[in-house]
């Protein structure tokens, strides 16, 4: 069921119905990573590049200046981590304007008998999606922290992002046919597959250059998916769920 999501997402990634908002998705991730990018570096040249010349090098011998020179690497290759971990919530909230024009195509395309989605009202889809960046941005501050403990770093790379991400894209398409609520109720109850689809969307993430179209991949994989559960499990309702 998510090899088939992931491969009929895979194939609408390039689908002339979706070339439209193929570029306006990568255009506006690379726009917001450049962005973002500044900010991290303006910040880290105004606030913590003064103090590390002030604390740091004064309390050395003369001969040591070249330490200045490390510690701009490092401050360069932290730079870079944190564009990655940032990666997932810039992706995330981009999906937040453009899942209903990939679902509205997928949709019309490979499920042309049945009823069509409704977009979410603009109000709802913007508090959800600035909601989501926050508990997305927190799980990856975690994730960092977590990068310290040997073992355990990758795993938790994966695992955040994949349950993160799977959540957030899985009720955003299952929330074009439900109610928030059931939508919710029904993400949990299939939360084992969701969380194994939102593994490959972490593996995907992980892929330079190719990750910047991870929103796309995503939104479509999710479609798939709710589709496929929504089939296999043809009476679910929140009333059906007991309290």
Do not use: K, Y
């Given at each position: 069921m998510i090899l088939d999501a992931a491969r009929l997402s895979l194939a609408n990634l390039f689908a002339p119905?979706?070339?439209?908002?193929?570029w306006k998705v990568l255009g506006l991730t690379v726009l917001a990573l450049v962005i973002v990018w500044f900010a991290l570096r303006e910040s880290f040249i105004a606030f913590?590049?003064?103090?590390?010349?002030?604390?740091?090098?004064?309390?050395?011998?003369?001969?040591a200046g070249w330490l200045t020179l490390i510690f701009g690497i490092l401050a360069s290759i932290g730079l870079a981590l944190g564009l990655a971990l940032l990666l997932a919530?810039?992706?995330?909230?981009?999906?937040?304007?453009?899942?209903d024009d990939v679902a509205e195509v997928i949709e019309k395309r490979d499920y042309p008998a049945d009823e069509p989605g409704?977009?979410?009202p603009l109000g709802p889809a913007i508090l959800g999606s600035v909601k989501f960046l926050?508990?997305?941005?927190?799980?990856?501050?975690?994730a960092l922290f977590l990068l310290f403990v040997p073992g355990v770093n990758l795993v938790a790379f994966f695992v955040v992002n994949g349950y993160l991400l799977g959540r957030e894209f899985f009720e955003f398409a299952a929330m074009r046919h439900r109610p928030p609520e059931e939508a919710r109720l029904f993400r949990a109850k299939h939360a084992a597959t969701v969380l194994l689809a939102g593994l490959m969307i972490a593996a995907f993430l992980a892929i330079p250059v190719v990750n910047l179209l991870t929103p796309l991949f995503a939104a479509g994989?999710?479609?798939h998916l709710h589709k496929a559960l929504s089939r296999k499990d043809p009476g679910f309702t929140a009333s059906s769920v007991s309290p």
């Open positions: 119905e979706t070339r439209r908002v193929f913590a590049w003064p103090w590390l010349q002030g604390v740091l090098v004064p309390d050395l011998p003369q001969w919530p810039v992706t995330a909230i981009i999906a937040g304007f453009f899942l409704t977009a979410l926050g508990i997305v941005i927190a799980g990856n501050l975690l994989l999710m479609v």
